[in-house]
């Protein structure tokens, strides 16, 4: 199954005009979100826009000054800690305890019975093929295994909605692949996922939804889709040989530059209500084309111009 | 409630296990027991009995050296001379010689060893001849001894005071040092287990597990389950060693076989005095003294005995038990406080210092107290908080009105509530809180922050 994000979706979380103050600044203003359920949802935004501090919120770990969260359309409880699972940016174990004592506590933190949690810790252990760390220390294993620890202990409880802040940061290439798998699959088998970082490859590859904060103000949310026609700036990009000449007054060549082989590579940008089709037409009038495409904004792109504004 | 046990429960398991608590709550006891029965195991294995030669051109001493543990005398009719070359072979380890001028020239007095001779054999034989010179003298000057000793007053006998009920063995040296024990052992319980607390919270801090912790319980959870957890470690460790303590002392003195080994030591302690002089004991004592010695020092231990038998032993270890619980639960929220508060042991001190100042003051105001259980300062120093448990704890053995009592109580805990709700407030907020160390005024902000 693959997530349609045009289908309408009831959302699993929302947060209306949150605000949040501290001493001297305050960190949230007015921030209003809707997070559809069982999509994966990027919480983007710089260091210090107040991602954490919504996420803190949303976790009960902090309340609001004013505004409220709705967890599938009821007030924030202290009985919904269980259905939110929360991997923290700042997320460490206790070094000297055993890592199966350890997860059997965390899961019972959560509510979970220790024969329930005994259960679900078999099936993770099985598919991460890490049984022999059962009787581990922490400070026995490495930092990535530590990871892969945290990451068990923040779904074993099987969520409705995961909150992960910075997921892969410290994860190998490998391991963090893996992380993404499990992502992906958590989200097919129902959960939601929110998704907090600064890695725009990897919002790219895994978000349907994302939200920008900067400045403890949103200033972006929507479906990945829509931001990015949002954002697209109507150029198209040209690999050709030989001479264009002079173009017509509606296509206006931004940026052209020699490529290898004799060729030339061009952006060149239309009026929206133009056709494609004209740009190309007359684009094979005069040159041989070897590559066409639209140049679709990329999140990084969207994210620096967004924040930069 | 469910889940501050399930915290407890692992701070619990996690401090018993380690083998830290293991070898303290073994070792303990057993350095307790060994110092309390090493000097009496030694004193009773010391059969190394010396054998003394007497060799009395003076005829005067002949019955006066009594045989003991450690001395065997024999007087023996030989020439000085002949003794002394004969001396090795002979078998003795010590020869006495006492010149017939010995009553006109008491530093006359000689003694021979092949080895060094030890100064508690040295002075036994000097004491001995001194007090036969002594009687001598007093003999030809007609004067009998016993009324030379009834001469002699002991000013220390006049210990008993009159209490209030009339003529009833005062327990006042019994209180005093009760008193002390028990503030001793509540300021050195708070200063350990609360330490503990604090170092717990720094290292849920720094090892970053806080923030999964709390998004999973309240922090004022996680914070009374710890407190808590190693509240009963404390408990339990206490126990243990009370446990151990007598069971190992039991089991050792009954493997030496005495099984009136403390009467023992204490005539031990007697004997020791009169035989080996310590270095302010210079002057010898002669046995009449010593024996007087020995005598009150029973009548010492009987008098004891009476005086802990008329202290109110339930209300002291229910005193005891309260002010333990109360005084620990409330310092400890406050070193929880000051772990939340910091990011690692060195920025500790700073915040240490409001909290070990009244705990100090406490202990020495508790020297005061000892001396005037009944002043305004003991008075009110068992009434603030921060102080009674310790201060209390030192007046209750000397007797306190119950209302008084009572009323500590209730500040006690109502002093508990106030510290409670002020630390779990830093607390809430300091463990989220990493990179600049913060002031006393920023900490003062962090109790009134929204939750």
Known sequence: MTFNPTFPVTPILETRNIVKQYAQHRALDDVSLSVPKGSIFGLLGPNGAGKTSLIRIINQITGPDSGEVLLAGQPLHPSHIQRIGYLPEERGLYKKMKVGEQLLYLAQLKGLTERQAMEKLKIWFTKFDIKPWWEKTVEDLSKGMQQKIQFVATVMHEPELIILDEPFSGFDPINANLIKDEILELRNNGSTIIFSTHRMESVEELCDYIALIDRSHKILDGSKKAIKEQFKTHTYHVDYQGDVGEMPAAFEVVNSQPADDGFTRADIRIPPDASVNDLVRVLLDRVAVRSFGENIPSMNDIFIKAVGK | ?451
């Open chain 2, 1 to 451: 409630m469910k889940t501050i046990i399930l915290i407890l429960k692992r701070e619990y398991l996690v401090r018993v296990k380690k083998k830290s608590f293991i070898v303290m709550t073994i070792l303990t006891p057993v350095l307790m027991s060994a110092i309390w029965l090493l000097p009496v195991y030694l004193a009773t294995k010391n059969t190394d009995q010396k054998k003394v030669q007497v060799i009395d051109d003076s005829d005067r001493f002949g019955k006066v050296f009594k045989t003991t543990d450690e001395l065997a005398f024999s007087v023996t009719n030989q020439l000085i001379e002949t003794a002394k070359k004969n001396f090795q072979k002979s078998g003795y380890d010590v020869l006495v010689y006492i010149p017939a001028n010995i009553m006109d020239d008491p530093k006359s007095l000689k003694l021979y060893a092949e080895k060094n001779v030890s100064l508690g054999v040295e002075s036994g034989i000097e004491d001995a001849v001194e007090q036969e010179i002594e009687n001598q003298k007093l003999i030809a000057a007609g004067i009998d001894r016993k009324v030379l000793e009834s001469t002699k007053v002991k000013v220390s006998a006049s210990t008993y005071n009159l209490s209030d009920e009339g003529e009833k063995d005062s327990s006042s040296g019994a209180a005093t040092i009760l008193g002390y024990f028990f503030a001793a052992a509540i300021y050195f319980t708070i200063f350990l287990y609360g330490a503990q607390v604090m170092r717990g919270v720094l290292e849920e801090k720094t090892n970053r597990i806080v923030e999964i912790i709390i998004s999973s319980v309240k922090p004022f959870q996680l914070m009374a389950g710890k407190i808590l957890g190693v509240g009963l470690v404390g408990l339990t460790q206490f126990l243990l060693w009370i446990l151990l303590t007598i069971g190992l002392s039991t089991a050792l003195s009954a493997v030496m076989g005495g099984e009136n080994l403390a009467q023992k030591r204490m005539e031990q302690a007697a004997v020791d005095r009169t035989v080996t002089p310590g270095a302010s004991n210079m002057t010898p004592v002669s046995p009449a003294e010593a024996k007087a010695k020995k005598a009150s020092q029973a009548d010492m231990l009987t008098k004891v005995k009476n005086a802990v038998g008329t202290l109110d032993w339930t209300l002291l270890l229910i005193c005891f038990g309260i002010y333990f619980v109360g005084g620990y639960l409330l310092y400890s929220a406050l070193f929880a406080a000051v772990g939340a508060a910091v990011d690692n042991e060195t920025d500790v001190q700073q915040f240490m210092l409001p909290i070990t100042i009244p705990l100090i003051l406490g202990f020495i105001i508790a020297q005061f107290v000892v001396r005037e259980p009944d002043g305004p300062i003991a008075f009110w120093f068992s009434m603030i908080p921060f102080t009674s448990p310790i201060v209390m704890m030192v007046r209750v053995p000397f007797g306190v009105p119950i209302w008084e009592i009572a009323l500590s109580v209730v500040l006690l805990i109502g002093g508990f509530i106030g510290v409670a709700w002020i630390a779990a407030r830093i607390y809430r907020v300091g463990i989220l809180m990493y990179g600049k160390k913060p002031s006393y005024a920023e900490l003062a902000k962090w109790i009134f922050y929204k939750a």
